[in-house]
Nanobody
Framework: QVQVVESGGGLVRPGESLRLTCIAS????????MGWYRQAPGKQRELVAS???????EYGNAVKGRATISRDNAKNTIVLQMDNLRPEDTAVYYC?????????????WGQGTQVNVSS
């Protein structure tokens, strides 16, 4: 099994930066893709950024140019750096880890961390 734990949310002012960290803990699974998703009230969950084990990254349109995702495979950790935050970035941010072994693979989610962007 895999446990996914997020940290780093909070209240920030527009224009400021934020750093979110996610750790996927497992004893026997391989962690493949990892990523950050967010969900604002009344809206669907959307991709913020994802990164493959090999390092290829993808960003949601809303954050392109303002977000950078990085990964440490040895620690099964990803870090999302978001700059120039806007009020519309307010949401619960969830970390996702695709993990498995042999032919089994599934998604694991963290409980989410709240990000509020407000003056």
């Amino acid at each position: 099994q895999v446990q996914v734990v997020e940290s780093g949310g909070g209240l920030v002012r527009p224009g400021e930066s934020l750093r979110l960290t996610c750790i996927a803990s497992t004893n026997n699974f391989i962690i493949y893709g990892m990523g950050w998703y967010r969900q604002a009230p009344g809206k669907q969950r959307e991709l913020v950024a994802s990164i493959l084990r090999e390092g290829g990254a993808e960003y949601g349109n809303a954050v392109k140019g303002r977000a950078t995702i990085s990964r440490d495979n040895a620690k099964n950790t990803i870090v999302l750096q978001m700059d120039n935050l806007r009020p519309e970035d307010t949401a619960v941010y969830y970390c996702n880890a695709e993990a498995g072994k042999n032919s089994y693979e599934t998604d694991y989610w963290g409980q989410g961390t709240q990000v509020n962007v407000s003056s």
